[in-house]
């Protein structure tokens, strides 16, 4: 078990381009989440995935943000027409089960957008 | 939403003293966790820990679920102890993700 896993660690975008994030959860994992978090913050909930089905998104989550999973495994966060302040580092997060289970994260991705 | 809020915000040592971070939550969890963020960003687990006391080494954690709060101690502080320790809660009801507090920033001292 190589943990959570994210793909690329560091992106540097030009405004108004798409970029697209990667995560790859521990292999048993059904449940799946994405955060941002920007400088001397804590990480803000972004949605999350129980196997493929998108259960929950935040109003953080704006129409230029997709996420999938497509078969229950791996997921990807895409951003379309990035702005500067989509800067921030993205963590993904998985966990086994319901409600009272240990989450672990990923390394995360920072997007810097100049 | 739940409100979690971490105290200090900020706390500067002397190598080998000891510390008391501290995490109020404004409703009833059924999951606590504590994370160290280390310099490049990524969280490390400390402890999952949604009520009682479990130790790891110079590390300890306490949550009284009841009274709605989870204290970390850390005790023989080293310079690597450094980084942004952030306390985070699950709802018994509603969202069903991590809700984090705003951290608090230790910085040890040689």
């Known amino acids: 078990d190589t943990g959570v896993s994210q793909d690329p660690r560091h992106k540097i975008t030009k405004r108004g381009q798409n970029v697209t994030f990667r995560c790859d959860p521990i292999s048993e994992h059904n449940r799946l989440y994405w955060y941002r978090q920007t400088l001397g913050q804590g990480p803000e909930f972004l949605t999350y995935f129980q196997n493929e089905a998108q259960l929950e998104k935040s109003r953080l989550l704006s129409d230029r943000f997709s996420a999938e999973r497509p078969k229950g495994s791996f997921s990807t966060l895409e951003i379309q027409r990035t702005e500067q302040g989509d800067s921030a580092m993205y963590l993904c997060?998985?966990?086994?089960?319901?409600?009272?289970?240990?989450?672990?994260f990923g390394q995360g991705t920072r997007l810097t957008v100049v | 939403g739940i409100q979690v809020e971490q105290s200090p915000p900020d706390l500067i040592l002397q190598e080998g003293a000891n510390s008391t971070l501290r995490c109020n939550f404004s409703d009833s969890v059924n999951n606590l966790q504590w994370f160290h963020q280390n310099p490049w960003g990524q969280l490390i687990n400390l402890f999952y820990?949604?009520?009682g006391t479990k130790q790891n080494g110079r590390l300890s954690a306490t949550t009284v679920a009841t009274e709605r709060y989870s204290l970390l101690y850390i005790s023989s502080s080293q310079t690597t102890d450094s980084g942004v320790y952030f306390c985070?809660?699950?709802?018994?009801?509603?969202?069903?993700?991590?809700?984090f507090g705003s951290g608090t920033r230790l910085q040890v001292q040689p």
């Open positions: 985070a809660v699950k709802l018994d009801t509603g969202r069903r993700a991590l809700t």
């Open positions: 820990i949604p009520s």
């Open positions: 997060a998985s966990s086994l089960g319901e409600m009272n289970t240990e989450a672990f």
